[in-house]
């Protein structure tokens, strides 16, 4: 019987020891990790830089508060603005926590009371950034729930249209709906919110928590369209490569709005984190490392696509970078279980699809083992005629 609450539905693996892209489980056994723990080890397990940067900052503290000017802040804060285009960082611990500060701000900074966001979204699990979730299966248990919310379908412009009135503070988005499926957003659609946003005084709130720092070869995904400008970024998992931290970065002109005693964070800021995020944003800053992702990326997801030609029960590859879907045409768990059993690491994404999240640093021989993995699985698993 474990001590702990069984909100989690465990794998029954006990790691040991990470290296790169590789967990090593209790008995011996190697993995080849494509979950990098959610997308959060972007660089990899037991990255030598983050160790380095990380050990250097625990010789000096671990933690003073912030009642402290700590430089370690401002010089995150800095490149976080200078990556974003935006002025002002509050940091957190979590990507929940982040969107929880994102939706305090677009209310306060506004005076209207109502959000936009998406059906299938995902924003976290705590009671706002619940309430922003669009999915009912998140909801339930829970209610009532926090007023305000509206989901729409995504990439519908004309539901969008529909939902705007003069309450409406914000509208919440993610680039790609990771926990949704893997879902990509429309880039005539992206657009479209922004001018909608501009011309109705409405904040646009990105939510790059999984699809940030690095993961679709862009420091941030919206970065890829350009003319996107939006208000409020929000971003986490793969901040810090591993250890918590969260932060919501805004523009300069609602900085007021978040004035002395209007939020916080007991251990946001953390500069151990910190001394781990400076090396992430230092890596995701550098155009070689990010082409070099793309360029995988876009090789992977070709040869993926190949594949699936032959394997009827494949029925879309999908993704952006280091961020991919494999969408079934029937429930993927017993495909997972199989896959997990030939030694590689993924995870499902709603009940059709397979959500492939490998380290930014990941080999090409890594990715052509998965891809054999993933085809011996889904061959050998058949169960549908070719249509």
């Known amino acids: 019987m474990s001590a702990l609450l069984p909100v989690y539905k465990k794998w029954d693996i006990t790691p040991i020891k990470a290296d790169g892209s590789w967990i090593e489980a209790e008995g011996g056994k190697k993995y080849l990790d494509f979950t990098s723990g959610i997308g959060v080890v972007n660089l990899g397990h037991k990255n030598d830089e983050v160790k380095k940067s990380v050990e250097a900052q625990m010789e000096l503290f671990w933690h003073t508060s ?5 430089p370690i802040q401002e010089e995150v804060a800095l490149k976080l603005n200078e990556l974003t285009g935006l002025d002002g960082v509050f940091f957190c611990n ?20 109502k959000i936009i966001t998406f059906q299938q979204s995902f924003h976290g699990r705590t009671f706002g950034a619940m309430a922003a979730t669009g999915q009912s299966s998140i909801h339930d248990g829970f209610g009532p729930l926090l007023e305000g919310f509206v989901y729409v379908p995504f990439n519908d412009i004309d539901a969008v249209h529909k939902a705007i009135d003069e309450d409406v503070a914000a509208i919440m988005v993610e680039i790609i ?16 919110i922004n001018q909608l946003c501009n011309e109705n005084n409405i904040l646009l709130i990105i939510d790059e928590v999984q699809t940030g720092n690095g993961r679709t070869g862009y420091p941030y995904a919206y970065l890829k369209y350009k003319g996107i400008k939006p208000d409020i970024v929000t971003t986490a998992k793969g901040l810090a490569n591993g ?37 992430v944003l230092n890596q995701i800053s550098n155009p070689q490392f990010l082409a070099e992702i793309r360029d995988k990326a876009e090789w992977f997801i070709s040869e993926l696509k190949i594949a699936a030609e032959d394997i009827p029960v494949i029925k879309e590859i999908r993704g952006e970078g280091l ?12 495909y997972i279980k199989q896959i997990i059993e030939h030694q590689l690491f993924v995870l499902q994404a709603g009940s059709h699809v397979i959500r492939l999240l490998p380290p930014l640093t990941v080999s090409r021989d890594e990715l052509l083992l998965a891809l054999a993995i993933l085809k011996e699985v889904c061959k050998t698993n058949l169960t549908m005629t070719k249509a």
């Open 66 to 70: 912030n009642l402290f000017q700590l």
């Open 94 to 113: 979590s990507g929940a926590e982040a969107n929880e500060a994102a939706l305090k701000l677009a209310r306060r900074a506004t005076g209207k009371t």
């Open 177 to 192: 709906q990771g926990e949704g499926g893997i879902i990509l957003i429309d880039e005539g659609f992206l657009k479209s």
């Open 243 to 279: 250890l918590p931290i969260g932060a919501m970065v805004a523009k300069k002109e609602l900085k007021e709005s978040f004035g002395k005693g209007v939020h916080g964070s007991t251990f946001g800021g953390n500069p151990v984190s910190l001394a781990a995020s400076k090396v």
């Open 323 to 334: 961020m991919i879907g494999i969408e079934l045409k029937e429930e993927v768990a017993p």
